[in-house]
């Protein structure tokens, strides 16, 4: 069984920072690409960042180029996201989900970014 | 860049059929696969299309996607409709690497 399983999200201070994690089983996950999928309060779903599988394409939204940092470890089933300057804007829940077409989603974890 | 443009609700009685529609702004809707992504409330999403057209394992076929050219969009078609329907459902394709999502259509089944 396919299980993604996010971690990292808590309450931070607006500048400051926040790492999440992504343990993943159930698939080979060196073989896929992975993504951060983020949902703000009572909001749609807002693509984040995508890492490939051997980590050698990375992209990112216009809204966190530069402050956020998508990486992985295969040895480890493990995604990242590190996110850094974090603003008010970016409290949502963050999802890790699978593959090109996000075929499968964890269940989320809650980032609240307020003074 | 381009958005997808889907209606805010749809709702429709328990047997019937509802189509819910995403409008690409710019660029072929057949550039890029389209996928459908169901979101019931307080759950994660999971993804009842791909690939425009095509139904993961479990997902019932009473869920089928397609895609129009003439009206640049494509469509999901949920026929028989049963309360367990009712959700947000969402389309999302690719522009060059970068995922967009639709807005979201809440579908209420009543």
């Known amino acids: 069984e396919v299980q993604l399983v996010e971690s990292g999200g808590g309450l931070v201070k607006p500048g400051g920072s926040l790492r999440l994690s992504c343990a993943a089983s159930g698939f080979t996950f060196s073989s896929y690409s992975m993504n951060w999928v983020r949902q703000a309060p009572g909001k749609g779903l807002e693509w984040v960042s995508s890492?490939?599988?051997?980590?050698?394409?990375?992209y990112y939204a216009d809204s966190v180029k530069g402050r956020f940092t998508i990486s992985r470890d295969n040895a480890k089933n493990s995604l990242y996201l590190q996110m850094n300057s974090l603003r008010a804007e970016d409290t949502a829940v963050y999802y890790c989900a699978s593959g090109s077409y996000n075929d499968y989603w964890g269940q989320g974890t809650l980032v609240t970014v307020s003074s | 860049n381009f958005m997808l443009t889907q209606p805010h609700s749809v709702s429709e009685s328990p047997g019937k059929t509802v189509t819910i529609s995403c409008t690409r702004s710019s660029g072929s809707i057949a550039s890029n696969y389209v996928q459908w992504y169901q979101q019931r409330p307080g759950s994660s999403p999971t993804t009842v299309i791909y690939?425009?057209?095509?139904?993961p394992s479990g997902v019932p076929d009473r869920f089928s996607g397609s895609i129009d050219s003439s009206s640049n969009s494509a469509s999901l078609t949920i026929s028989g409709l049963k309360t367990e329907d009712e959700a947000d459902y969402y389309c999302?394709?690719?522009?060059?690497?970068?995922?967009?999502f639709g807005g979201g259509t809440k579908l209420t089944v009543l």
């Open positions: 690939e425009d057209n095509q139904r």
């Open positions: 999302q394709s690719y522009d060059s690497s970068n995922q967009v």
């Open positions: 890492i490939s599988s051997s980590s050698s394409y990375i």
